[in-house]
């Protein structure tokens, strides 16, 4: 079991040292930093969002693309590291969202955050670009990827 | 003096629409949010950190670029939003490290976060260059910018 996790997450980790980037960090931190990447990566996605599809807030393409690109930049990060042994529950007052099925399911989510990557370099591209109507479709791919995995693996 | 942060925020927010981007955050979540950023773009310090200063885990360029380029992108999404009125303070149980004198000097911020996101674009271009020399050269101008910061506005 354990090896076929450390192989899943070889590819979320972007190759190796899995072993080693787990005894980097705790189990409570683990989960506390993926919480904030994903957190970080929400609040961009909420500037999007304003900006192209809402009209909320005027867009400023400049903008657009910083926070495209931060979404990229974190779901490129290797955010498999920090779904390592003992980050499947809640720890103390830690709670997570995470559901216990994704630690069984590695192979799978480390599929699902691949698209996530790729979906998001994608919409950096074209906030880069500029094309408003481009970005909107980006954007959605985005986020179906977000939901595809929080309908399977994110509980309430 | 509301202008004034205004105008200072205007850098760190890449120009303009400064109210319509505090209206899309409360201060409760403008405090999350900054505080995500902060341990997300830490968390990836202590990788690069881990692999070309200390040599605690094997260097893996594509790990350290896609490190740097979370740093990077984090550092120049226009965190300045996430310092609105009404974060200036702890709200209830949630605790903030931030300095008051920092929001009664957003110019001087604004400033040292533009030199944190001109070190952070270097750190990002030196680790996918991949020359280990220079990436240790670049990751101490980061590490030095974080401090300037911490030093002047971050409490214990």
């Avoid at 809402?54 to 926070?67: I, K, L, M, R």
């Avoid at 490129?76 to 920090?82: F, I, P, T």
């Amino acid at each position: 079991m354990k090896t076929v996790i450390a192989g899943a997450l070889s590819a979320l980790l972007l190759g190796g040292a899995v072993t080693a980037a787990y005894a980097q960090v705790s189990p409570e931190d683990q989960i506390e930093i993926r919480q904030a990447g994903f957190s970080y990566m929400a609040w961009n996605m909420g500037k999007i969002k304003a900006q192209v599809i809402d009209g909320s807030v005027e867009y400023n393409q400049q903008q657009v693309s910083a926070a495209a690109n931060a979404i990229d930049a974190i779901a490129n990060s290797g955010m498999g590291a920090l779904f390592g042994p003992g980050t499947e529950k809640d720890i103390g007052d830690l709670h997570t969202r995470a559901d216990p099925a994704l630690f069984e399911n590695m192979q799978d989510m480390a599929e699902l955050a691949g698209n996530l990557g790729t979906a998001a370099s994608n919409l950096a591209a074209k906030a880069e670009a500029g094309d408003q109507d481009e970005i909107r479709v980006a954007f959605g791919e985005v986020g179906k990827s977000c939901k595809s995995c929080h309908e399977k693996y994110r509980m309430e």
